[in-house]
């Protein structure tokens, strides 16, 4: 039964999540007009993510308003492109509203679901869509937001893009088609951002091959204008200004990738097929950069890092539609596990303190958590053979769908392996909100 203190607690608890989920409900019902702008401008269908306050998070409402607008610009004879940008400066998208989604997974809801399902349904069609797609990349982009972007055929980043991945450390796995384009880059690049979730700024989005264009921010407007103004164009066409703008671009212009002195490295360490031989791989070779993506590593949920490192390797000879199939099952064995409601909540202090009294050594019992699930990954993947991912949406049908009975064991139980206290990421809208905090006062 438990102590009635328990019992009121565990009762608030439930009241504040459902609190939070109507919050949330009565805002997409009063706001959503606002959230997205959906424009015809010039030759173009115009797409602006609009919550600067929330770093253009992107929640279910804006997906349901930004699926249908696309189809119809795609069908649309007088729409020869589309561009989609974020406002306030920013951010281009910070990612998917993550708070929403946990809370409502808690209570047992079906945004969480919806919102999965329906963002990769979203991500689909910009990834199949006839019309050149041109996604303006200026400020931070995770997450969901690199779902709205990166399949598109044209991406254009300036000096203030940030790019990465970090759902391992929230226990999640980078999704959004993570599983089709991360293990599409150069060597092993994808596995080592999605594995450590490493951050890309600026020129350095482009030199990955996140990007297909730089562009110096000051300049964005203007090109902007420069696409409406174009008079029925073609591909080409697009793909033309594109570049003239690039060619002009001279910030950081000379500057070397990031990565570049330690990719042969990361080509070997990363070239492992389990997380317990890539570790390994980093502990022998013991250099400085080495250590320092270990000590990253060890801050991770174990699970997503096998799930993720999964998910990689399957999804290096998937089509993209049967990756989102993958990820729509791993979404929602997350969603029936604890690592992810771990890694999002705000008020950790009570984590923390748990966490310090039942473990000594974080690093290592994350890798002894690693040694002991070798064969847990198995039921997140098993059953996607006869499953095929839905074909832009199919009418909303839930059957249509993989639903969470297809899950004969969840893996996701990992909260003593998440190292809670050595966490950086506890949440992406919040890190985010930080880092754009920091940013502002290295400004001033």
Same mark, same amino acid.
């Given at each position: ?38 424009? %015809? ?21 804006? /997906?349901?308003?930004?699926? #249908? ?7 649309? #004879? ?23 989604? $946990? ?21 689909? !069609? ?39 991945? #970090? ?31 490493? %951050? ?10 996140? !990007?297909?264009?730089?562009? =110096? ?12 103004? *174009? ?6 066409? /697009? ?14 212009? =000379? ?10 490295? /990361? ?20 250099? $400085? ?12 949920? #174990? ?47 009570? *984590?923390? !303190? ?43 049908? %839930?059957?249509?769908?993989? $639903? ?6 969840? /893996? ?29 006062? $290295?400004?001033?």
């Amino acid at each position: 039964m438990g102590s009635p203190t328990w019992r009121l607690v565990s009762g608030f608890n439930s009241l504040n999540r459902t609190n939070v989920i109507l919050q949330h409900l009565r805002m997409s019902k009063h706001t959503d007009a606002a959230e997205v702008l959906l424009e %015809r401008k010039g030759c173009a269908g115009v797409i602006t993510l609009n919550r600067p306050k929330f770093l253009n998070a992107l929640n279910l409402s804006m /997906i349901r308003h930004i699926y #249908p607008q696309l189809k119809n610009w795609e069908q649309d #004879p007088e729409t020869f492109l589309i561009i989609i940008k974020g406002t306030g400066g920013k951010a281009f998208c910070a990612g998917g509203d993550i708070r929403v989604i $946990s809370e409502a997974g808690k209570a047992n809801q079906k945004i969480a679901q919806d919102f999965f399902r329906e963002e990769y349904t979203l991500n689909n !069609a910009i990834g199949s869509c006839r019309k050149p797609y041109v996604a303006l990349i200026h400020g931070i982009t995770m997450g969901g937001g690199v779902g709205l972007s990166v399949h598109g055929q044209f991406r254009v980043a300036t000096e203030k893009s940030l790019f990465a991945m #970090p759902e391992t450390a929230i226990g999640l796995f980078p999704d959004v088609g993570g599983g089709y384009f991360l293990p599409r880059l150069r060597g092993k690049l994808g596995y080592f951002l999605a594995l450590t979730g490493f %951050r890309l700024k600026g020129r350095d989005v482009y030199a990955a091959g996140i !990007a297909t264009h730089f562009v =110096d921010s000051e300049k964005l407007g203007m090109l902007e204008e420069d696409l409406l103004a *174009l008079k029925s164009p073609s591909k080409e066409n /697009i793909a033309d200004v594109l570049d003239a703008y690039h060619a002009k671009s001279k910030i950081d212009q =000379d500057k070397s990738f990031i990565l570049e002195e330690h990719m042969d490295n /990361i080509n070997s360490w990363f070239s492992a097929n389990t997380v317990e031989q890539i570790i390994e791989n980093l502990q022998q070779d013991g250099s $400085s950069f080495a250590l320092e993506q270990l000590k990253i590593i060890n801050k991770m949920s #174990p699970t997503s890092l096998k799930i993720t490192l999964r998910q990689l390797i399957e999804g290096s000879s998937k089509t993209l539609q049967e990756v989102f199939t993958m990820e729509y099952r791993l979404s929602q064995a997350c969603m029936g596990g604890h690592d992810f409601y771990e890694g999002v909540r705000a008020d950790l202090f009570f *984590l923390v !303190a748990e966490y310090k009294n039942n473990n000594n050594n974080s690093n290592s019992n994350n890798t002894t958590y690693l040694s002991k699930s070798k064969s847990r990954t198995h039921p997140y993947f098993s059953a996607l053979a006869n499953i095929s991912f839905c074909n832009e949406r199919r009418k909303e049908k %839930r059957e249509d769908f993989p $639903s969470q009975s297809c899950f004969s064991a969840s /893996i996701c139980e990992g909260a003593h392996g998440f190292s809670l206290l050595n966490c950086h990421i506890l949440s992406l809208n919040g890190f985010l909100l930080q880092e754009s905090k920091a940013d502002e006062r $290295s400004k001033k």
